[in-house]
């Protein structure tokens, strides 16, 4: 398992603080490679710790910002029966609350003296694929993997000529929480651009299949989607 995981807080351009979960490789020597993973709407709960610990594992540099500090108290955790109880903070969320979560996240990351100069991933999945997306329009990433975004189309596919890094697009087939119209969106648009991206669909999946605390997970697309997300980061950063 990882060496060492904690929490940091991180001062925001608005001026409010922000929680975040760090996970440091236990193995190998640093600098690592740095990557933030961002939340489902559910907060930085179990799975995405244990998610963070899992990338450390893999010899990443961790960093899950706690998205919702606005709204809630630091470590907020809503059960994944709950999503009543996640709508007042998805409500509170706005572009430029995140952008600014964004930049602090990137700016602690890059300056740690144990993180890789130059080599900066991210993830997200569900609220933090959408996040994702938004993340590769302001900085350079090596590249970016986003989960069963939703709402990334129609409004933050208007940024698309801003994307920085390679992409990777992970949808459910059977998901009814993204309309296909949005996926289709989101890929005419980029392809418009000319920017680079890859577009994965398990035909048997469901939203939130990658997480093995819901109802939906699904082993085999979450296997396959783990191996796919590792190998890009991995080709990615060779460039």
């Known amino acids: 398992m990882s060496g060492l995981q904690n929490f940091v807080q991180l001062p925001v351009a608005d001026g409010t603080t922000m929680q975040a979960y760090t996970s440091i490789p236990a193995h190998g020597k640093s600098p690592f490679p740095g990557l933030i993973l961002f939340q489902e709407a559910y907060g930085v709960n179990h799975h ?113 000529a801003a994307i920085n890094a390679p992409h990777l697009f992970f949808w459910g087939g059977k998901d009814q929480h993204i309309p296909k119209e949005q996926i289709e969106t989101v890929k005419s648009e980029l392809t418009k651009v000319g920017k680079q991206f890859i577009n994965v669909e398990f035909s048997d999946a469901d939203h939130g299949f990658f997480c093995d605390e819901r109802a939906s997970f699904n082993a085999d697309a979450a296997e396959l989607a783990w191996g796919l997300t590792l190998e890009f980061f991995i080709q990615k950063m060779k460039l």
Request: proline share 4%; with cysteine.
């Open 48 to 160: 995405i710790r244990k998610l963070a610990d899992r990338f450390a594992d893999e010899g990443y540099f961790v960093i899950a910002p706690e998205l919702f500090h606005r709204s809630a108290k630091p470590g907020i955790e809503i059960d994944y029966t709950d999503f009543q109880s996640a709508m007042p903070h998805m409500q509170a969320i706005t572009v430029e609350g995140l952008e600014a979560d964004i930049q602090a996240t990137w700016d602690w990351l890059e300056n740690h003296s144990q993180v890789e100069n130059g080599k900066i991933v991210a993830t997200g999945y569900c609220l933090g694929g959408r996040v994702g997306f938004l993340a590769n329009t302001m900085l350079p990433f090596k590249a970016v993997a986003s989960y069963y975004g939703a709402g990334i189309a129609p409004d933050l596919i208007k940024r698309a």
